[in-house]
């Protein structure tokens, strides 16, 4: 399994969307964690299903578009293949477990932290890329140091406290470090997916595994029985979310905005962006995701510490990404001379002057 792929060229490069749908993308996940952490009662795995059973639902009608769309450029035999259906159980499970650590997280962290630590999948993807001799930018290089020194930084803040949940700033971090594989690795399964597959397609399909990896684990590791979980109750029921109290939060604010926009966007910048440089986009969340769990009341202020090392990690995001442009481009001029080559070497070939000549 070829890992360096964690660098693969998307299948469409409009810039200018790609920035868009980032900027839409990171207001959207940043906000998930503020109102997944306002209803205590709710464990994570039950409204880990409500979310995904609802998206999914939202989904199916973009999916049939999406595919009546694009049928003419796919090529079924790789749809339906062994490869393809690995990528995309791997993503699924890569992310619902990075998922659940994250969440941990931020129950003893501030959202800073935790978003932070949880998105520094880039460095992990450099890194592997750099070990199996696969081709890194040197601003790629220079812009994962900074990051490093960035988190090093963020990771003295001592002085932030949640305010609602007690703080262990440490265990949180930890919890954060954790995720930030997992998260990694399901760009990678996810990137290569989406090069066979529609990004929604692909999407939908993940948020139908996640959904049936937190029913397993009902059924599975718990004494909980049918009747409960086949009911509407807020903390086992597969349909809870269809309670007054919580059908406009997970119908529609988790399900919908955040599910879509939100957590869809960790798949569909995968078209525009290589999954290096979409883990490290992932890193500019604090700024939005703080600022909300100050608002909400969930988070106090950041440190200084704080401040000063998100403010370093953009400095080293902006040269990943500026490396992988750069990486992209020289591919594509590279590229372009091996076909000029390859067409003068024919034409010399096939030259009849040539012929009489020799």
Not at 116 to 126: A, E, K, R, V, Y
Not at 128 to 155: P, Q, R, T
Not at 195 to 212: A, T, Y
Not at 254 to 276: A, C, N, Q, T
Request: with cysteine; aromatic share 14%; glycine share 8%.
């Amino acid at each position: 399994m070829d890992i360096s792929e964690g660098t693969v060229a998307p299948k469409q490069k409009n810039l200018t969307e790609g920035i868009i749908l980032a900027g839409i993308g990171l207001v959207f996940a940043s906000s998930l964690p503020v109102f997944l952490n306002m209803y205590d009662d709710v464990p994570i795995p039950t409204f880990g299903i409500w979310r995904y059973f609802v998206t999914c639902i939202y989904c199916v009608p973009i999916s049939i578009l999406v595919w009546m769309r694009n049928k003419a450029d796919i090529i079924i035999s790789e749809v339906f293949s062994y490869q393809t259906a690995l990528n995309i159980l791997l993503g699924s499970c890569c992310f619902t477990l990075g998922s659940y650590v994250y969440i941990t997280s931020t129950h003893y962290t501030i959202l800073a932290h935790s978003i932070t630590l949880c998105n520094s999948g880039g460095l992990f993807l450099i890194a592997v890329n750099l070990l199996v001799c696969s081709k890194v930018h040197k601003a790629e290089i220079f812009g994962a140091i900074i990051v490093i020194c960035g988190i090093a930084v963020l990771l003295q803040d001592h002085s932030s406290v949640k305010k609602s949940r007690s703080t262990d700033i440490l265990k949180g971090d930890l919890y954060g470090l954790a995720a930030m594989p997992l998260y990694a690795s399901s760009y990678i399964f996810n990137a290569r997916a989406c090069k066979v597959l529609p990004s929604m397609i692909v999407f939908h399909c993940f948020g139908f595994i996640q959904m049936s990896i937190y029913i397993t684990y009902y059924v599975v590791f718990t004494d909980v029985s049918w009747t409960l979980l086949l009911s509407r109750d807020i903390t086992y029921g597969f349909f809870g979310w269809l309670t007054p109290e919580y059908f406009v939060l997970s119908a529609v604010i988790i399900s919908f905005f955040l599910g879509i926009f939100g957590v869809g966007s960790y798949i569909f910048l995968l078209d525009y962006f290589s999954p290096s440089v979409v883990a490290s986009l992932f890193l500019l969340q604090p700024f939005v995701g703080q600022i909300l769990g100050v608002l909400f009341g969930q988070d106090g202020m950041p440190g200084g510490f704080a401040y000063f090392g998100a403010s370093i990690i953009t400095i080293g995001l902006c040269l990943i990404i500026k490396g992988n442009t750069l990486k992209d481009k020289e591919d594509v001029e590279l590229e372009i001379a091996q076909d000029v080559e390859m067409t003068d070497k024919s034409l010399l070939a096939n030259d009849p002057e040539k012929d009489i000549l020799t």
